[in-house]
Antibody, heavy 124, light 107 residues
Framework: QVQLQESGPGLVKASQTLSLTCSVS??????????WSWIRQHPGKGLEWIGY???????NYNPSLKSRVTISVDTSKNQFSLKLSSVTAADTAVYYC????????????????WGQGTLVTVSS | DIQMTQSPSSLSASVGDRVTMTCRAS??????LNWYQQKPGKAPELLIY???SLESGVPSRFSGSGSGTDFTLTISSLRPEDFATYYC?????????FGQGTKLEIK
């Protein structure tokens, strides 16, 4: 089972850039059929998909965040990263990295592995 | 974006009860629907994918059904460890979207 672990600052100042890294263990980030994803959860609220990256570098972002989001992959380190620019208090949330496992034959996809999540607080 | 609406938003039940919760999509998503369980302070865990397929290791008391726009998650006989929040999520298109959750509480 592939395991994921988020890391990065837990406190970011407003207007700055939030940066998180997800380290992948137990498998290769270059494996096909996986979309390496970021999802966030505002305190006491539901889940919001931020976007994903394929190991080749192709990305897909939530239009609501697209202008501020960059997801990148480092296959040599078996990691992928999230950058969210110009943060405000509304970006305070628990950020999860997750695997969106995609079955090419059926077209189905599902988040079958998640990191433990990391709380990022935006301060003024 | 496809909107996912879950009902009820909260549900009280007792150990041993049979419980059903629903998820409705704003347009047809065929069977591209997944269910997750989340306990406080933990990441969500996959229960059901593709509408009704049980994820490996998930107890058989969990089942999913539906297609098109209307889906249900049923727990046949509640156990104490099932009290949690349940989310549906569509994988028909991007952006991936989740329902707002159904919180299952002990009566």
């Amino acid at each position: 089972q592939v395991q994921l672990q988020e890391s990065g600052p837990g406190l970011v100042k407003a207007s700055q850039t939030l940066s998180l890294t997800c380290s992948v263990s137990g498998g290769s980030i270059s494996s096909g059929g996986y979309y390496w994803s970021w999802i966030r959860q505002h305190p006491g609220k539901g889940l919001e998909w931020i976007g994903y990256i394929f190991y080749s570098g192709s990305t897909n972002y939530n239009p609501s965040l697209k202008s501020r989001v960059t997801i990148s992959v480092d296959t040599s380190k078996n990691q992928f990263s999230l950058k969210l620019s110009s943060v405000t208090a509304a970006d305070t949330a628990v950020y999860y990295c997750a695997i969106d496992r995609y079955n090419a034959s059926s077209g189905h996809a599902y988040f079958n592995s998640w990191g433990q999540g990391t709380l990022v607080t935006v301060s003024s | 974006d496809i909107q996912m609406t879950q009902s009820p938003s909260s549900l009280s039940a007792s150990v041993g009860d049979r419980v059903t919760m629903t998820c409705r999509a704003s347009q047809s998503i065929r069977r591209y629907l997944n269910w997750y369980q989340q306990k406080p302070g933990k990441a969500p865990e996959l229960l059901i994918y593709a509408g009704y397929s049980l994820e490996s290791g998930v107890p058989s008391r969990f089942s999913g059904s539906g297609s098109g726009t209307d889906f249900t998650l049923t727990i046949s006989s509640l156990r104490p460890e099932d009290f949690a929040t349940y989310y549906c999520q569509q994988s028909y298109s991007t952006p991936r979207t989740f329902g707002q959750g159904t919180k299952l509480e002990i009566k």
